[in-house]
């Protein structure tokens, strides 16, 4: 009964703020909503051509993640009214919550393989990426352990070894699938909100001398991975084998030019890029908005993730901590795959199947980086409650 007096908080009318601000960061807002739509335009442009072969209607990916950005709104309106301090007492449970998703691809009947990889829970009508919602519940439960262990953490090993352990499960259940991708993002993220927690300098480096060895090894002793590696170096050099998506996805930057070959203009979209409304869609948008769409698009992510941090900043300001962290894990989250995706286009970084968060198509990443901005939001408004109710001292509480 008292989990749900708390899911019913009020929203702006709960505040009585001043002329012109808002209960929310609004640069965070439309950077998300600017993404999202952006993407939902995107594909669109992207998929008709794949969906009129291979389903029969051009429309048909278009329709499916607008279904997804519709649902998306929904899940920011009902995440964004749950108080942290929800999070926080259940974040244990959330650890355990990813690992049974992790874990339940493996069992037959309920995980799905898709190009040899075991990620997805058939859900009916979408497939659900269990890593997306194991990597919040990681960062949940980081924040939580660094609330209670911070001092453990700052002073000793045995305070950073602790939350390595439930990490490497995690890892190790990554690997399986396998994701490369999301267990180089989900390893970043903790290391650095470790760092951000207090991390002495001389382990942080010792910890990455660590993880850059096990990458490593993990690249040289997978076949398949060497390979990527190789021809990432050099895409031209096999640009109708290994390197071939790598090397379309250029030319896709080179017929962008400036200011692109206008929307709907793309020709690489046309079966040449594979995967162009997923993993390659920011080619197929400098193809068809040029450089100055793609630096735009940086410049939004570089604006969201700014935002992010800062809220995060503000909360460790006001000693709410495990708000600080969970908006930096967020941050660190956007920021890597955002990174990482935009690299691999580019050709700076060799293929990991890592979606362009708020952008790329797909259900379960487009939903869990909903679920993310939502908690942010909820940070902010609940930073700004608490600042305000200090200025007035005699102002009753909202709940």
């Keep these: 009964m008292n989990v749900l007096r708390s899911l019913r908080p009020a929203w702006p009318q709960a505040l009585d703020l001043p002329k012109g601000q808002m209960p929310i960061d609004p640069y965070l807002a439309l950077s998300a909503l600017a993404l999202t739509l952006t993407g939902f335009v995107m594909i669109a442009s992207a998929s008709m051509d794949v ?14 993640h607008g279904f997804f950005v519709v649902l998306a709104f929904i899940t920011v309106a009902v995440i964004s009214r749950i108080p942290l301090s929800l999070w926080e007492r259940y974040s244990v449970l959330l650890l355990l919550v990813g690992i049974i998703l992790l874990a339940l691809v493996f069992l037959p009947g309920v ?49 950073v070894i602790k939350p390595a352990l439930p990490l490497a499960l995690y890892v190790l259940l990554l ?58 170096q050099d895409p031209w050099a096999d640009p109708f084998g290994t390197g071939y998506q790598l090397s379309q996805a250029q030319i896709a930057f ?55 941090f800062l809220i995060g900043r503000q909360a460790e300001k006001q000693s709410q901590f495990f708000k600080a962290y969970a908006s930096y894990g967020f941050g660190f989250i956007f920021a890597g795959q955002a990174m990482i995706n935009i690299g691999v286009n580019v050709g700076a970084l060799p293929t990991k199947g890592l979606t362009l968060p708020l952008l790329s198509y797909g259900g379960s990443s487009l939903l869990a980086s909903a679920c993310m901005i939502a908690i942010i939001l909820r940070i902010d408004y609940e930073l700004k409650r608490e600042r305000l109710n200090q200025v007035r001292p005699g102002r009753r509480r909202s709940q």
């Design 51 to 64: 969906a009129a072969r291979d389903f029969g209607s051009p429309t048909y990916f278009m329709m499916r």
């Design 175 to 232: 690997i399986v699938q396998p994701d490369f991708g999301a267990t180089v993002v989900l390893m970043g993220t903790v290391m650095g909100m470790i760092f951000l927690g207090g991390m002495r300098f001389g382990q942080f480096s010792l910890v990455i001398v660590g993880v850059v060895g096990l990458a490593y090894s993990m690249a040289i002793f997978q076949p398949y991975r060497l390979a990527r590696l190789r021809s990432f």
């Design 111 to 159: 995980g799905r393989e898709v190009n040899g990889s075991r990620r997805w829970i058939s859900m009916g009508f979408f497939n659900l990426q269990t890593s997306e919602i194991a990597k919040i519940c990681m960062v949940l439960f980081m924040s939580g352990y660094l609330v209670r262990r911070l001092d453990e953490v700052r002073s000793s090993w045995f305070g």
């Design 254 to 308: 080179g017929r962008g030019e400036w200011f692109g070959t206008g929307l709907g203009n793309s020709i690489q979209k046309l079966f040449y890029l594979p995967e162009a409304h997923t993993d390659f869609i920011y080619s197929i948008l400098s193809e068809e908005m040029g450089l100055v769409g793609a630096l735009a698009i940086i410049a939004i992510y570089m604006l969201l993730v700014t935002r992010i």
